[in-house]
C-alpha cells in the first residue's frame, strides 16, 4: 500500500537534517511513497509580498501554490526522484517516490495529500510538522496545552476551523480532515521520521494518531 506524506514547509525548513533520514527511512522500505511539500515560510513571504500589489485572493493562493511547487522541486533534484504537476484527484505512482506541491487555488497540500491518498488507495498519511502532533491549544500560545495520542477527524475539525484565506497555517487542514473522514483515510501528526517506520512495522508512534 503506497504511503503518502504531507511533508510540511515548517518541517522542510526548520528540520532540515531529518530529510536525509527520512529518504534514508523510505529507501529501507518497501511500499511506494508519494511526497506532498508545503511552502511553510516560504509561501507566507511571498504571499504577504504579493498582497502589496493588490493582487486578487485566487492568484495569491497561486503565488502559494509556486512556492509549494519550488520546495518540491528541490526536494526532487536533491534526491533525484520524480516530480509532478499531476491532479492529485487521479494520481497514479509508479515510481518507488513521487513529489508534488500544490495544486489548486483555495487548497493546501494536506487537501492534495487527502486526494492523493484517496486516488491511490492508501489508508494513511504521515503529516510530517514542526510540531510533535496535535495538542488541545495552541502550544505556542498555551504553555499547558497537551499533546493528544488520539483524535477524532471531527474534534480536530471543531479544533481548527476557521475562516480560509492564502497563507493560513493549520496543523492539518480540516477540508483535508473532512476528506480523510470520507474516505477512511487515517492521519498521523508528527515532528519525528521514525514514526514512519513505526507505523509499518505495527508499533506505537510518537505523534498524533488522527482517525
Ligand atoms: P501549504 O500547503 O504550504 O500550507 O500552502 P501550510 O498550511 O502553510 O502548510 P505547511 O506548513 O507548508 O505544510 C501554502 C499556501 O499555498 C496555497 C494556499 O494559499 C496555502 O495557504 N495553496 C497551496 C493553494 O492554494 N493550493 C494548494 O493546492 C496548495
Not at 514547509?9 to 508519494?34: M, T, V
Request: aromatic content about 10%; proline content about 3%; hydrophobic content about 40%.
Amino acid at each position: 500500500m503506497p504511503i503518502v506524506i504531507s511533508l510540511g514547509g515548517s518541517f522542510l525548513f526548520e528540520k532540515r537534517n531529518e530529510i536525509d533520514n527520512l529518504f534514508d527511512l523510505i529507501n529501507h522500505i518497501k511500499d511506494k511513497f508519494l511526497i506532498v511539500v508545503g511552502g511553510g515560510v516560504l509561501a507566507r513571504e511571498y504571499i504577504n509580498f504579493a498582497k502589496q500589489f493588490k493582487i486578487e485572493e485566487e492568484n495569491l493562493h497561486y503565488i502559494g501554490i509556486l512556492s509549494t511547487r519550488i520546495n518540491a522541486r528541490i526536494i526532487s533534484m536533491a534526491y533525484n526522484v520524480k516530480y509532478s504537476e499531476e491532479d492529485p484527484r487521479k494520481l497514479k505512482l509508479h515510481e518507488k517516490v513521487k513529489v508534488m506541491g500544490g495544486y489548486l487555488p483555495g487548497w493546501t497540500t494536506d487537501v492534495c495529500a487527502a486526494y492523493a491518498a484517496k486516488s491511490l488507495k492508501s489508508k494513511i498519511i504521515v503529516n510530517l510538522s514542526k510540531e510533535k502532533g496535535v495538542y488541545d491549544k495552541d502550544p505556542n500560545k498555551f504553555k499547558d496545552a497537551k499533546l493528544l495520542k488520539l483524535i477524532s477527524f471531527s474534534a480536530l475539525i471543531k479544533l481548527v476551523n476557521e475562516k480560509r484565506y492564502p497563507g493560513a497555517n493549520y496543523i492539518f487542514d480540516p477540508l483535508a480532515a473532512e476528506i480523510c473522514r470520507k474516505n477512511n483515510i487515517s492521519v498521523i501528526v508528527t515532528n519525528d521520521v521514525e514514526d514512519i517506520r513505526k507505523y509499518v512495522d505495527g508499533k506505537k508512534v510518537n505523534g498524533t494518531i488522527i482517525i
